[in-house]
């Protein structure tokens, strides 16, 4: 199994549910030895899982996560950097697309317990084509106190992703 692709999915795991341990009991309901097997090639998911797997990231997270795999495979430097790269880059596009005043910014309340109990806020940022089933998002788990900060304050929520983002959500999501 490539590494690079287990870290961003492990990320995205802690990211979205605090610990790969309620995800692979919780959501795929399985043992510790299956999850550590699959995540060493060892074992396969079934389709039923791997969706699961595959909805912890948008349509346009999960083509990014495939870039960001096909350039650690030409460029095997950049292997110990692909989660923090793959970060990166969705703060770059989420203020590309605003900077744009194509995308659209919203905070969406929370999805799980986990994200209630520590306290996180999810940020989406989208693009329409006007065609049903077919925008692009990337989505960024924050710490909760960032609602207080835009609420409370003259800047606006477009122009503290523009200014905040990439720092706020790279530097409370390192190693996870």
Known sequence: MNRVYIEIIVSAIIEQYGSETYFYKEQLQIEPDYWEAWKKGQR??????????????SDYEWMLMQ???????????????AVSEYKRLKTKIAQKWLRSRLGEVEMLPFQTEAQKEHAFINLKVSISYDEWGFDDSVSFRLPANIQQQIEGSPVGLLEWVNENLEETYIKNNQGK
């Open 67 to 81: 870039k960001v795999l096909r350039q650690t495979a030409l460029f095997p430097e950049k292997r110990n950097l």
């Open 44 to 57: 396969t998911l079934s389709s039923e899982m791997m969706q699961k797997v595959k909805n912890l990231f």
